[in-house]
């Protein structure tokens, strides 16, 4: 089952307005990852943000983490039509040893020109 | 060298057929896996390497047979798949999988169709 729950499902914008995409988890963590996926193809990692941290930036995002409530945000500025891809946030327990990766469901986001 | 390259790109085969994905990393990562993902859903993890062992199986049925023959190459090998198999399968690859530091690297996949 997935840990993470992440909303919107969908988010269509206009180019230069801001993204915002929201993730919830329900277990202790030991960091939380981003990772970009652009039609059918392999996931990029974004960022990742250690649970003692609260907030990360890298260069148009900006990630923050609030573990008193189990939620983590990706704010994408200044949008482009190449951001256009599905955004994945994932999970690390804090009890697991091997640091799987429990993956949310996942945002499609549409950049239009 | 940063990227984890898959061959192949596609593949169709038979419910009888016998194939192999590949998939080749440079960084010298010693961990290594192996996800499904379906349309529209996330990748979900079938097996992790952990220097060249197998670590961590998820449940996969054994028509899919990883193998790990050094610590750069992770093959898939599949044999007499369902047509629900179908699906992306992705290849990743992370240094030793410290919880900290587990950033992964992903290949660009070899989207799988049986007929």
């Known amino acids: 089952s997935q840990q993470g729950e992440e909303d919107p499902q969908a988010l269509s914008i206009q180019e230069g307005e801001n993204a915002t995409m929201n993730c919830s988890y329900k277990?202790?963590?030991?960091?939380l990852q981003w990772y970009r996926q652009n039609s059918g193809r392999g996931l990029v990692h974004l960022i990742l943000i250690r649970s003692n941290e609260r907030e990360k930036h890298s260069g148009r995002l900006r990630v923050t983490l609030d573990t008193s409530k189990k939620s983590s945000s990706l704010l994408i500025t200044a949008s482009r039509a190449a951001d256009t891809a599905s955004y994945f946030c994932?999970?690390?327990?804090?009890?697991?040893?091997?640091?799987?990766?429990?993956f949310g469901a996942g945002t499609q986001v549409v950049v239009t020109p | 060298d940063t990227e984890v390259t898959q061959t192949p790109k596609h593949l169709v085969m038979g419910m009888t057929n016998k194939k192999s994905l590949k998939c080749e990393q440079h960084m010298g990562h010693r961990a290594m896996y192996w996800y499904k993902q379906k349309a529209k859903k996330p990748p979900e993890l079938m097996f992790v390497y952990s220097y060249e062992k197998l670590s961590i199986n998820e449940s996969v049925p054994s028509r899919f047979s990883p193998e790990c023959p050094n610590s750069s190459l992770l093959n898939l090998h599949l044999h007499a798949l369902q047509p629900e198999d179908s699906a992306l399968y992705l290849c990743?690859?992370?240094?030793?999988?410290?919880?900290?530091?587990?950033?992964?690297?992903f290949g660009p996949g070899t989207r799988l169709t049986v007929l």
């Open positions: 277990t202790s963590i030991n960091n």
């Open positions: 990743a690859s992370s240094q030793v999988p410290w919880r900290n530091y587990n950033e992964q690297f």
């Open positions: 994932a999970t690390v327990f804090s009890t697991d040893s091997w640091g799987k990766l429990q």
